[in-house]
T-cell receptor, first 115, second 114 residues
Framework: SAVISQKPSRDICQRGTSLTIQCQVDSQVTMMFWYRQQPGQSLTLIATANQGSEATYESGFVIDKFPISRPNLTFSTLTVSNMSPEDSSIYLC????????????FGSGTRLTVV | AQKVTQAQTEISVVEKEDVTLDCVYETRDTTYYLFWYKQPPSGELVFLIRRNSFDEQNEISGRYSWNFQKSTSSFNFTITASQVVDSAVYFCALGGGGADGLTFGKGTHLIIQP
């Protein structure tokens, strides 16, 4: 299965600023996703990161707030823009490997606190 | 739209008891995949099992077993002889086959008391 390196692991940020989270995979993968997990809640899909084209956002998430880049098949970034305390969450990158061991692998997450 | 329901918000049992976590799903896809993940207090998501829609065989892995029933749209997870290390939040998730992200249930917080 793929191994994901996600950075930073945690950060404390001032409101109004932006944070960019990086997701590096050790192999080429077609599908990459970004999720948010608010405190004590489940995971919610933010968007699918598409290589070479604009990300596909789920309802309730917009590109201006969560711009995503996917320059190649092993790397993606998620930016949380103009942060407010409500953005305090764990953000997770995920990839899916479409082989006989089909499954979704998750990064270790970025724990973001906005003060 | 896809939906996953984990009706049990929190379960607390004494060590060595058996415990079953319920998962009910909704989807219009004929091909789909169901997953269980464990999230310990450290926060990482640990993959436990994947089951596809055309394989209704139950599965046992050590103390873990899974019961998939398409007729009731359920994919329940049982831990036998529970241990304190099993304490975590367990998520059931539904996927359409790789092109889409997963839809997660709200999770069940399992507490195993010594």
């Amino acid at each position: 299965s793929a191994v994901i390196s996600q950075k930073p692991s945690r950060d404390i940020c001032q409101r109004g600023t932006s944070l960019t989270i990086q997701c590096q995979v050790d192999s080429q993968v077609t599908m990459m996703f970004w999720y948010r997990q608010q405190p004590g809640q489940s995971l919610t899909l933010i968007a699918t990161a598409n290589q070479g084209s604009e990300a596909t956002y789920e309802s309730g998430f917009v590109i201006d707030k969560f711009p995503i880049s996917r320059p190649n098949l092993t790397f993606s970034t998620l930016t949380v823009s103009n942060m407010s305390p409500e953005d305090s969450s764990i953000y997770l990158c995920s990839v899916v490997v479409l082989d006989t061991n089909y499954g979704y692998t998750f990064g270790s997450g970025t724990r973001l606190t906005v003060v | 739209a896809q939906k996953v329901t984990q009706a049990q918000t929190e379960i607390s049992v004494v060590e060595k008891e058996d415990v079953t976590l319920d998962c009910v799903y909704e989807t219009r896809d004929t091909t789909y995949y169901l997953f269980w993940y464990k999230q310990p207090p450290s926060g990482e998501l640990v993959f436990l099992i994947r089951r596809n829609s055309f394989d209704e065989q139950n599965e046992i892995s050590g103390r873990y077993s899974w019961n998939f029933q398409k007729s009731t749209s359920s994919f329940n997870f049982t831990i036998t002889a529970s241990q304190v290390v099993d304490s975590a939040v367990y998520f059931c998730a539904l996927g359409g086959g790789g092109a889409d992200g997963l839809t997660f249930g709200k999770g069940t917080h399992l507490i195993i008391q010594p």
